[in-house]
């Protein structure tokens, strides 16, 4: 499995709009582009004292599903311009990590 992982920031006064449209839209159409070998997405949130940060893990099977989904150049993070109107900063790569090993408690 490989984790695709990008962080961007937004002003406590959009948070929650950025975080709404993530997961009511961003998220969506990720979904309905049927990319085979995505299995899912967590979304993290932090606050700090001036703002708000973001951590999306996007998790694929391989490389090769990471490049259907973002194309050639992968490591470009995906940020919709919708989303760019909200954010003060953001990852303008986003970094892949191989999942080695895990542990799951129930």
């Known amino acids: 499995m490989t984790i695709r992982i990008w962080n961007g920031q937004t002003t406590k006064y959009?948070?929650?709009?950025?975080?709404?449209?993530?997961?009511?839209?961003?998220?969506?159409?990720?979904?309905?582009?049927?990319?085979?070998?995505?299995?899912?997405?967590?979304?993290?949130?932090r606050e700090t004292e001036m703002e708000t940060i973001f951590t999306k893990l996007m998790?694929?099977?391989?490389?090769?599903?990471?490049i259907s989904f973002a194309g050639e150049s992968y490591e470009k993070a995906y940020v919709p311009e919708k989303a760019k109107v909200l954010l003060t900063k953001y990852?303008?790569?986003?970094?892949?990590?191989?999942?080695?090993?895990?542990?799951?408690?129930?």
């Open 14 to 45: 959009n948070s929650d709009k950025y975080e709404d449209m993530l997961i009511h839209e961003i998220f969506r159409e990720i979904e309905q582009k049927h990319i085979k070998g995505y299995t899912g997405i967590q979304l993290l949130r």
């Open 91 to 106: 990852d303008e790569m986003s970094i892949h990590c191989e999942l080695k090993h895990e542990i799951k408690y129930t």
């Open 59 to 66: 998790f694929f099977d391989s490389i090769e599903s990471i």
